[in-house]
């Protein structure tokens, strides 16, 4: 079971980036799917999840509007598509999938290794 992040980088603020995750060993499709982060000094959030509960996306206050979820099931890939970024997005972003099929931290059971997102000028 394995999730591969990929996509991070440096971007100047407004610009957009594309994540992906890679799942093997699953089926995304049958799981939770969220995105993460954890910038330097703070605490993990939560950034965007599909629940399989209910089949809602939600995201944080933080990057609505600006973020969407989205997967690609025949790819067994998720995607986290971030325009009109700012310096405070700034972190390592985790893609999580849960077998519970509820959203949050807590619900997850796999992780992947995190992917750097840089946004400065």
């Known amino acids: 079971v394995q999730l591969q992040a990929s996509g991070g980088g440096l971007v100047q603020p407004g610009g957009s980036l594309k994540l992906s995750c890679v799942a093997s060993?699953?089926?995304?499709?049958?799981?939770?799917n969220g995105w993460f982060r954890q910038a330097p000094g703070k605490e993990r959030e939560w950034v965007s999840c599909?629940?399989?509960?209910?089949?809602?996306?939600i995201y944080s206050d933080s990057v609505k509007g600006r973020f969407t979820f989205s997967r690609d099931n025949a790819k067994n890939t998720m995607f986290l598509q971030m325009t009109s970024l700012r310096p405070d997005d700034t972190a390592t972003y985790y893609c999580?999938?849960?077998?519970?099929?509820?959203?949050?931290?807590?619900?997850?059971?796999?992780w992947g290794k995190g992917t750097q997102v840089t946004v400065s000028s």
């Open positions: 999580a999938a849960g077998a519970t099929g509820l959203c949050g931290a807590e619900g997850m059971d796999y």
């Open positions: 599909y629940s399989t509960f209910d089949g809602l996306t």
């Open positions: 060993g699953f089926t995304l499709n049958d799981h939770s």
